[in-house]
T-cell receptor, first 117, second 111 residues
Framework: GAGVSQSPSNKVTEKGKDVELRCDPI?????LYWYRQSLGQGLEFLIY??????PDKSGLPSDRFSAERTGGSVSTLTIQRTQQEDSAVYLC????WGRGSSSYEQYFGPGTRLTVT | ELKVEQNPLFLSMQEGKNYTIYCNYS?????LYWYRQDPGKSLESLFV?????AVKQEGRLMASLDTKARLSTLHITAAVHDLSATYFC???????????FGQGTRLTINP
């Protein structure tokens, strides 16, 4: 079936603007994760959704970052008042973990490359 | 705080040779992941190791896990050019599959 999809693939924005990044997980996957990949910090966990439970926001770097997941499926990561240090590739992943599943595979989307000018 | 360290960070090798990438982590975890990333691409899952002593093999790649030593290895046998990529290990932070990644090992295999 279809894998994890993300849009847009590239986003260039001016410093101070807000951006929204979208993730469509694999159908039926209950767990959804956002990560960030940057030259300086490597790959970092940002936020985790499991079903309809409250998200685990422990990796969000500042209160300018937020995310929601509607209907247990599509997720949007929002960055307000973007800064140059927000420039990175934002990766979304999904898995079937947590619903009595024995699968621990976590599948990554192609990412959104964000450039803040 | 869980830390994951890979070494080497850069590896250039000749086709046909064998080599090992090491992944050390700082706190107890029973799940370790290996991913491959090609330039400009996303992460491709290679192995998920779920218990002490686990060993998995796919083609020329073999991964193992020693939870007591907090060490995983990715062994490459008779390397071929197509294996050139960056390899990441990642450890499950706290059981919810929130992954903490190593720095990555950039592997270049020369003909």
């Amino acid at each position: 079936g279809a894998g994890v999809s993300q849009s847009p693939s590239n986003k260039v924005t001016e410093k101070g603007k807000d951006v929204e990044l979208r993730c469509d997980p694999i159908s039926g996957h209950t767990a959804l994760y956002w990560y960030r990949q940057s030259l300086g910090q490597g790959l970092e966990f940002l936020i985790y959704f499991q079903g309809n439970s409250a998200p685990d926001k422990s990796g969000l770097p500042s209160d300018r970052f937020s995310a929601e997941r509607t209907g247990g499926s599509v997720s949007t990561l929002t960055i307000q008042r973007t800064q140059q240090e927000d420039s990175a590739v934002y990766l979304c992943a999904s898995s079937n973990w947590g619903r009595g599943s024995s699968s621990y595979e976590q599948y990554f989307g192609p990412g959104t490359r964000l450039t803040v000018t | 705080e869980l830390k994951v360290e890979q070494n080497p960070l850069f590896l250039s090798m000749q086709e046909g040779k064998n080599y090992t990438i090491y992944c050390n982590y700082s706190t107890t975890s029973d799940r370790l992941y290996w991913y491959r990333q090609d330039p400009g691409k996303s992460l491709e899952s290679l192995f998920v190791l779920l218990s002490n002593g686990a060993v998995k093999q796919e083609g020329r790649l073999m991964a193992s896990l020693d939870t007591k030593a907090r060490l995983s290895t990715l062994h490459i046998t008779a390397a071929v050019h197509d294996l050139s990529a960056t390899y990441f290990c990642a450890v499950d932070m706290g059981g919810a599959q929130k992954l903490v990644f190593g720095q990555g090992t950039r592997l270049t295999i020369n003909p």
